[in-house]
């Protein structure tokens, strides 16, 4: 349902699910991404913190409640949020990429730099396959690299 964008069936069933099973973190984690693209920024970041806090070890949870928070204008605690996903998974570049966008976006311009060669260091020890398989990342990495001056080649 989610990926052909029906999100309010997707949403109702969700929902029926958490009522089934109201400690079980991947249903709450499924409703925060449906509800992030949504827009229903509010919504996500609720059930992305509850996904966190059922299962604290999912550092996924962490870094898309930082793009939660981030919408919200908690730029604070998206930080807070990136840096324990980062610290939980240093070697996803998801994670700083988005750090990395929310640093420039906030104008810290030599620290999203910083996130950003990091990005680029980590996805140069990707194979083609797995870098292949994310087109979107590999889009924003470009995107925001044209942001900063930095070359894209990885």
Request: hydrophobic share 45%.
């Amino acid at each position: 349902m989610f990926g052909v964008q029906r999100y309010i069936a997707a949403i109702a069933c969700l929902k029926r699910a958490l009522y089934l099973g109201p400690f079980e973190w991947l249903i709450a984690y499924n409703l925060g991404l449906v509800h992030l693209n949504t827009g229903q920024v509010a919504s996500a970041f609720h059930y992305f913190s509850t996904a966190a806090n059922l299962n604290p070890g999912f550092a996924h949870s962490y870094m898309y409640l930082g793009v939660a928070l981030a919408r919200l204008e908690d730029y604070e605690n998206a930080v807070a949020a990136y840096n324990k996903a980062i610290s939980m998974n240093p070697t996803e570049p998801l994670f700083h990429l988005n750090y990395a966008t929310l640093l420039y976006n906030q104008g810290d311009i030599q620290a999203s730099k910083e996130r950003w060669l990091e990005v680029n260091r980590l996805l140069g020890e990707m194979s083609s396959e797995a870098k292949q398989a994310d087109a979107d990342m590999l889009e924003q990495q470009h995107a925001l690299a044209q942001l900063l001056g930095l070359s894209t080649a990885v």
